[in-house]
Structures are given as structure tokens and as C-alpha cells.
């Protein structure tokens, strides 16, 4: 939810009053952003009346600030030659946000409002699968050809600017539409205007592949800097640019996938309260279905090894503690590779690496606990046997934690599946199950049973 | 670590040919940042040979991509005369990094290299607390008075782009240096060059004070799609800019800061594997020592409970499930709040509509897993009142930890702590505890021990 507007009391009471010039006024100095905040507050009646009573000019600029949800139900709601408005002029990355995300039969209603221009723009944008490159690209930039002069380039800048998602970049393509430079608006502002762009383009160009990840676009504008990056399909032809105002909603996005994939949810499409309550449900039952069914066989273990707890019942005492304390040693090293793998601190040919580094942190971590662990043990039950049981079990079953959190990851990434997975209640289960049978094993081998 | 750079071999080739025409012709088309790749695979010798080697303008470009600690390394083994102009030409912000980045006394040795302009410089921006808007912004921004024509302000925006950090947004200051408009490269280019700046310029000019939280600068950003941010003092003097590709950085930061947390370990300052051994043990170590202790207190209510073990051994098994499952069940709640949180899709003003949520959520979900608890438990042993205390106490452990990850991240929040201390790990032990006293208490009355 965004938060409330304060400006949203003033403009309900404006629309009750039905005062079209004091509602101008009043919203002509706020940020698109914030209208569209504003508007959020508002119930369908008060937005349509809203928009309607608007300056077409800023409209368009507050509908491309709204959700997919808002937008939607704003174009179902409004005048047909509004919202036919609406879907020719609003931002075509926007757009095809916002045409994925409807039903088919939805999607085509609106398709059929557009002019053959835009709908073809969609259509070619749609086509891309979701979180690639070309998914969230727009085609509104600029482009120029190599033989015009920086001032033949600046006038065709001034006149495109209105309909543009930047001007600050553009790029040079040759005959066949083949991206071959590219030239910034500094560029144009510092050289001779008499020179031509191919002398001052820079011809080697950061670019993304269509279908490349959006994650990876992301990390390429990062590393370089750029506010925008040019996409090319497979025969080296310009087709969008990605901005990097979109970047910043592409890394959110990825973040908070990883954070539900990481405790083991669903990722979400929406932010919280906008998620109706069984989507919620299901996002999260079925991960903690498939690691309650995981996690069975620790209580056919503890069957298996009901003679040992029988004959001393004091080994159970320290069996939250143990699957805890491997719990969160697993759930340390998981994240740390996970993230480092998203950030690309660490790749995938550095496996040897990375697990000599966590074996070696396993050992330090697994000894240090473990010597606390027989302290503990010893206070609260006099037998030394189960004490040194209780120590052995911690200090390999963090070892064992540690390399598992490190190992799974990697091993994931290998096979194409998001490392994300392995993270915490994931390797919680995995290891739960391994350091039963350690603990019991040693207790058996220690107190002859 | 980054990615091996593919020219590295070549290049350490050139340099033990010591073939300077051929090295500089190798690097001249080189992104700064490939080239600073390709420096990080090179010994310091190597590092030092290289960057002598190259054209001054390029060095300073290639410096400001590299990490604190290449920058100290590089600056202690070059020619002083090399090191001082380092020093004093590369970016505002990346010294004040650096120089923060460095025990006093090194700091003070490059204090005393640096001209009193840029001295002065860095102690202004070394006085922002980490992490604040102050602390990662650039003093390289370009400032204009109202009463400039643009086509003067277009001059001055040549002469100065050099040595500017962005020159697409310029920022507009009264006598008293206070920040009163900001114009956009696009506006002087679009605009009529007579026309004065006050009346081109944008009086609405949204802006960061010094001392604000770069997570929130970061949202600010995202929010209205800024290239940049002004950032005031209290005087509402302009005392610096904050620019989108910094902002990558803070979010990359925040985000990986909120992933260590969750996992119970101390939030890093190096990537992966530039963080030495010690480091990394310490960074995990103290968080599993804490919970370690916490955990503790489930070995003193098992022992209290011995009673019940020793009469019905059966009880037992079920506790791995039931904990496991009540730690999946906290560490979503927890994730989806703390995540809410730092989006800001959650507010605090809202903790009535979380809880609320969050109870129906964990009695759905809680009655669901309750019910496969009972069927499990009856296979695995055949007593009826154990498998139902399994059930009940999977069913209320899961509703006490759905509630608990909700409500700790907002109660922590409200006391101005970081909630992403509250994620999984610590749920998990906070329900450890409880869990099982729920899970004793049910079979005591259930089984009539």
C-alpha cells in the first residue's frame, strides 16, 4: 500500500464540491508520483471524476505512475475515448505491463482500441518472456544515423523529446536497423554541430540481448553506470532501450523474490495488501507441505533409535538445541553463497573455493559450539557420556550444516534451478534429518547402546 | 570477487614485454570498469606498471571504478607524484568513501597530499554519519543563478562538464547558496536561449536533507525517476547531489545488509572473497552464540517434561516436525513483514490490519498442517491421544508463530531497531521455547500425565 496522501482529504473535497479549476490548481504542482498516490486513496467514483476533470497533458503522465490493478479498472471505468486515449498514448513498456497481465479475452478488448501503430508495438513487446530484457524494455527512444550532422541530430532531438522516455542517450543505427553507436545528449551538447554523428559516436556499445535476464541488465547497468542500455535481437538489430528508472523496479522486484523464495514462499506479484487473502494462503502452504512431508523422516529416526531414548531419556533434551544450532549454521552459509551468487561476488567456477573456505569456517565454527555445547550439557545432566555425545553431535553437525549451505546452492545454480531454494527452511530439513542420525550414532558408539 | 576479465592475460603480457604503445592501444577502447576487472586480477607490482603506463585522463576514470581497498593498495605503491593527483582529481565521493574506509592515520598521510580545496571538500563529506544522504553524495554538481539566460547557463554547463558528476540535471541557488530550482539539460535544450532561468526552472524540486537515511533517498529516487537528487543542510543550503547510479550501489548494499541479518550473521563490508577468514567467523559466530544461548532454555523444559518422555517415549519423535514446521511457519510471516517494511508497502500505522491478517492467515493455514500432523502421526504410532496432541499443537504452534513473526519485526521497528533482526533464526528460536510447551502441555492433558 502506498502511503496516504496528504493532499487526498483537500482533493475528495474539492471533486464533492465538483470545483474543476481549484482541482487543477491544486494538483498542477504536485508530482505525477504523488497524484497517483492520491488517487489509490480514492474509490472508483471519485478517480474517474478525478481524471476526467484533468489536464489530458498530465493525466497521461499519472496514469503511467499507477499499478496494472488501478489502471485497469480505471480504463474499464472511464469514457470510452478517455481510456482509447489512455491506451494509445500511455508509455509502451507501461502498456505491455499492463496488457500481460490482464486476460486474454481483456487484453484483446483493449488491443482492439488501439490504433494499428500501437497495437503492433504491444504485440512485438509481448512477445518477450516475462523478466527478460526485452519484457521490460520500451521503444520510445531515439534513434539516428550515422551520416547526420550534430545539428541535424539535435533537431530531430528537440522535436522527439515530448514522446521519448530519454533524450539523454540515443543510438546509431546503420541501413538495416543494426545497432552501430551510440551518442549522448552531452555529446551533441559539447561537439561542433557542424561535425557528423559517426565521428562522435562511440562505437563500442553496452548492450543487452533480448532475451537475456532482467537480473543480468540490471547488473550490466550497475557496473557501467548508464542511465539507459540499448537491446538488440538475434540479428544485431535495435529493438528497445531499458531506462534505468525501470532498473531500480526490476532490482526491487528480484530482491523480494528472493527474500520468498528464501523462507520458502511463493514469490509474490503484489505488494502485500494488495494480494487477496487466499493468494497469500497458497503462497505459503505449499512450501510448508512439501518440507512438513521432507521433514517425516525425522520421526521415523526417532523410532528407529526409540531404544536409545528409552534407556536415557536425557538425550532428548538436547535435540531442539541441536537441530537449531545446525538449523542456523546451514542457513548462514546458504545465504551468504545465494547472495553472493545474485550479486556475482562469487561464480560458479570458484566451487573448490568456496568450499575450502566454508570447511574450513564449519570446523572453527563447528569446535568453538561444540566446546560449549558439553558445557551445557554437563550442567544440565550429570552424564559425561551424554555430555561429550551432545558436543561431537553440534560440532560435526555444523560442519556438515555449513557445507551443505554452501554446497546446495551452487549445486542448483549448476542445474538451472534459482539457488534461491536452498535457503534456510530448506536446508533446516535437509539437515534436521542428517544430524539425528549423527547424534544418535555417536550417542549409541559413546554410551554402548 | 569479479568475474576474470578475458584481456587480463594479454595485458600481463604486454607488461612483461614492457610495451607501452601496444598497452595503451589494448586498453584505449576498454570500459573503465572492464578495466578495473582486468586490475584486479593483476598483482600490485602488475597494478602499478599498468596504471603508470596509461593516460592520466583514463587512470582517474579507471580509479574511481575500483574498490576501497585496490584504491589504498594502489595509492601506498605509486609514485607519490602519481598518488597525489590520484588523490586530488578523482571523484568527490568515492575519496570520501575511501578516506572513511582508512584508519586515521593513513587518512591524515593522504589529507596532507590533497590541495586545501579538496581537502576541505573531503572533511565536509567525512562529517555525514554512514549511511546517510550526505555520506554518498558528490559535491561535483552544477549550481545556477535565476537571473542566467539559458543560453549562459548552456556556456556554463560546457565549461564545467568535465569535472561534473551528471550535467543533465543542474541546480538552481540564490545568494544564499539555498536551493530554489532545478533545471534539466532537456529543459536548457528545449528552451528559447533568451529566455531567463527563473523562468524555465522547476520550483518544485523534491531533494534530501543531509542527515536522511540513504534507504529512504533510495526510495525517493525510485519513486519520481531521478537521474539525481539534491541533498540540503538544515539551512536548506544545496550542499551536494546524489546520483541513480550511486543509488544502485546503496540498494545492492541495503539489500545484501538485510539478507545477512535475516540469516543471523553481522552485515558485511567486502564481498565474498576479499573478506579475510577471521572476519567471516566473527560475522557468523556471534549471532549463533546468542541463539545458541536462547535455545538453551528448550533443554530445561524437555527435562521438565522428562516425566512425560519417559512415560510415552512416542512423544518424542514429533518434536523435530513440530519445530521445523513452526520455524517455516514464523520465518514467512517474519520475511513478508520485514520485506513490507523496508519496500515500504507496510507502514507502522498499519499494525492492526497485519495482525489481523496475519491471525486468519495462521488459523487457515495452522488447521490445514494440524490435520496432516494427526494423520501422520497415527501412521507412524498408533496411539490416537498422541497423534491428536501432535495435531493440536502443530495447529497452535503454527498460529503462535505466524502471530510472532508478524508482530516482532513492527514492534521492533517501533523501537527504532533494524527489524530484519527478528527474520527467521531468531523466530525460530523464540518458538522453539513456546512450541514446545504448547506441544507438552496438550499431551499432558490429553494423555493424563
Chains 1, 2 share one sequence.
Do not use: C
Amino acid at each position: 500500500m502506498r502511503p496516504a496522501s496528504i493532499m487526498t482529504p483537500e482533493i475528495r473535497e474539492l471533486l464533492k464540491l465538483n470545483k474543476k479549476e481549484e482541482l487543477q490548481e491544486a494538483v498542477k504542482e504536485m508530482h505525477p508520483a504523488d497524484i497517483a498516490d492520491t488517487i489509490f486513496d480514492l474509490d472508483i467514483k471519485e478517480q474517474v471524476a478525478l481524471i476526467s476533470r484533468l489536464d489530458k497533458k498530465q493525466v497521461i503522465e499519472i496514469f503511467d505512475e499507477l499499478d496494472e490493478y488501478e489502471q485497469f479498472e480505471l480504463l474499464h471505468s472511464l469514457e470510452k475515448e478517455l481510456s482509447t486515449y489512455l491506451l494509445n498514448e500511455m508509455s509502451s513498456d507501461e502498456r505491455a505491463d499492463l496488457l500481460s497481465s490482464l486476460p486474454d479475452e481483456v487484453a484483446n478488448k483493449f488491443l482492439n482500441l488501439m490504433s494499428e501503430s500501437e497495437r503492433k508495438d504491444v504485440e512485438k513487446l509481448l512477445k518477450y518472456p516475462p523478466n527478460s530484457a526485452g519484457s521490460i524494455m520500451t521503444t520510445e527512444y531515439i534513434s539516428l544515423t550515422p551520416e547526420l550532422t550534430v545539428a541535424e541530430a539535435s533537431e530531430i532531438i528537440k522535436l522527439a523529446a515530448p514522446k521519448k522516455e530519454t533524450i539523454y542517450y540515443t543510438y546509431v543505427t546503420d541501413q538495416q536497423e543494426k545497432l552501430i553507436g551510440f551518442v549522448s545528449l552531452k555529446d551533441i551538447f559539447l561537439s561542433d554541430p557542424t561535425a557528423p554523428i559517426k565521428k562522435i559516436m562511440n562505437r563500442k556499445v553496452i548492450k543487452a540481448q533480448a532475451y537475456q535476464d532482467q537480473e543480468e541488465v540490471a547488473r550490466t547497468v550497475r557496473k557501467y553506470n548508464l542511465l539507459a542500455l540499448p537491446v538488440i535481437d538475434k540479428d544485431k538489430k535495435l529493438v528497445g532501450i531499458v531506462t534505468v528508472d525501470d532498473i531500480l523496479d526490476v532490482v526491487r522486484d528480484e530482491n523480494t523474490e528472493d527474500f520468498y523464495k528464501m523462507a520458502a514462499m511463493l514469490a509474490p506479484e503484489d505488494p502485500y495488501f494488495d494480494t487477496g487473502f487466499l493468494t497469500l494462503v497458497r503462497r505459503r502452504i505449499v512450501w510448508l507441505i512439501i518440507l512438513l512431508a521432507a521433514v517425516q523422516f525425522s520421526g521415523q529416526i526417532l523410532k528407529h533409535y526409540g531404544f536409545a531414548l528409552e534407556a536415557v531419556v536425557a538425550l532428548s533434551y538436547f535435540i531442539p538445541m541441536l537441530l537449531n544450532t545446525a538449523g542456523n549454521a546451514g542457513t548462514q552459509s546458504s545465504t551468504t553463497i545465494i547472495r553472493g551468487l545474485a550479486t556475482g561476488d562469487i561464480h560458479l567456477n570458484q566451487v573448490l573455493k568456496v568450499m575450502r573456505r566454508e570447511i574450513s569456517l564449519g570446523l572453527v565454527l563447528g569446535s568453538l559450539l561444540g566446546i560449549l555445547g558439553v558445557g551445557r550439557a554437563l550442567l544440565l545432566q550429570k552424564n559425561p557420556f551424554v555430555s561429550l555425545a551432545v558436543g561431537l553431535a553440534l560440532a560435526a553437525t555444523i560442519v556438515m550444516a555449513t557445507l551443505s549451505g554452501a554446497f546446495l546452492p551452487l549445486l542448483l545454480k549448476k542445474l538451472k534451478v534459482d539457488p534461491a531454494v536452498a535457503a534456510g527452511p530448506f536446508i533446516s530439513t535437509v539437515v534436521d534429518i542428517t544430524a539425528l542420525i549423527i547424534y544418535f550414532e555417536i550417542a549409541r558408539a559413546l554410551l554402548s547402546l
